[in-house]
């Protein structure tokens, strides 16, 4: 299952609202989707799962949701510490694969 | 508290191999399955491999199929990924990663790199 995120780069402002997409090319269960986070030099860190349940100390700023096959991780009002690549994943379909990133940089 | 440690990476040269180990501590192990996950440099995330909790069962990215095995020693909390014909695409930071609900990576390693060059 190829997973495209869209855009490839978001330029935006601290306060402003980040709508992130990922389109699945075949029925992903919204079980089976995660969104990590990544910063420069770091691992990962899950974000959400199950396509809108935040994992564990994750603020509620962050939040996802579906519609058929498009996914969305919104972030409600950007924080400094939020500037980062955020990946979509599906496991629902081995192999497991991940979108191609989102960059959300700071205008 | 929950750690994943990789160990093992370095530069080698197209064709040889390498051992990865992911050291782990802060939760019961062997109740987990666990994966590698490994980025290139510059770009996206690409999974290699999962063994189940139990050791019974394996798979892997078709790209690295019959080259790479993953493996795991519950008696020592570590999880191994040996990789046999090395090839220049395979030059990534090699991240082990628990895994729940059959596929949510919750804890990550740092990462270690590998990097295959002439």
């Known amino acids: 299952i190829v997973l495209t995120q869209s855009p490839g780069t978001l330029s935006l402002s601290p306060g402003e609202r980040a709508t992130l997409s990922c389109r699945a090319s075949?029925?992903?269960?919204?079980?089976?989707l995660a969104w990590y986070q990544q910063k420069p030099g770091q691992a990962p860190r899950l974000l959400i799962y199950?396509?809108?349940s935040r994992a564990t100390g994750i603020p509620d700023r962050f939040s996802g949701s579906v519609s058929g096959t498009d996914f969305t991780l919104t972030i409600s009002r950007l924080e400094p510490e939020d500037f980062a690549v955020y990946y979509c994943?599906?496991?629902?379909?081995?192999?497991?694969?991940f979108g191609g990133g989102t960059k959300v940089e700071i205008k | 508290q929950v750690q994943l440690v990789e160990s093992g990476g370095g530069v080698v040269q197209p064709g040889r191999s390498l051992r990865l180990s992911c050291a782990a501590s802060?939760?019961?192990?062997?109740?987990?399955?666990m994966h590698w996950v490994r980025q290139a440099p510059g770009k996206g995330l690409e999974w290699v491999a999962v063994?189940?909790?139990?050791?019974?069962?394996?798979d892997y990215v078709d790209s690295v199929k019959g080259r790479f095995t993953i493996s795991r020693d519950d008696s020592k909390n570590t999880l191994h990924l040996q990789m046999n014909s090395l090839r220049v695409v395979d030059t990534a930071v090699y991240y082990c990663?628990?895994?729940?609900?059959?596929?949510?990576?919750?804890?990550w390693g740092q990462g270690t790199m590998v990097t295959v060059s002439s």
């Open positions: 802060g939760f019961t192990f062997s109740s987990y399955a």
């Open positions: 990663a628990q895994s729940t609900a059959g596929g949510v990576f919750d804890i």
């Open positions: 063994i189940s909790y139990d050791g019974v069962s394996e």
């Open positions: 994943q599906q496991f629902g379909t081995s192999p497991l694969t």
């Open positions: 075949q029925t992903v269960s919204s079980t089976y």
């Open positions: 199950g396509a809108s």
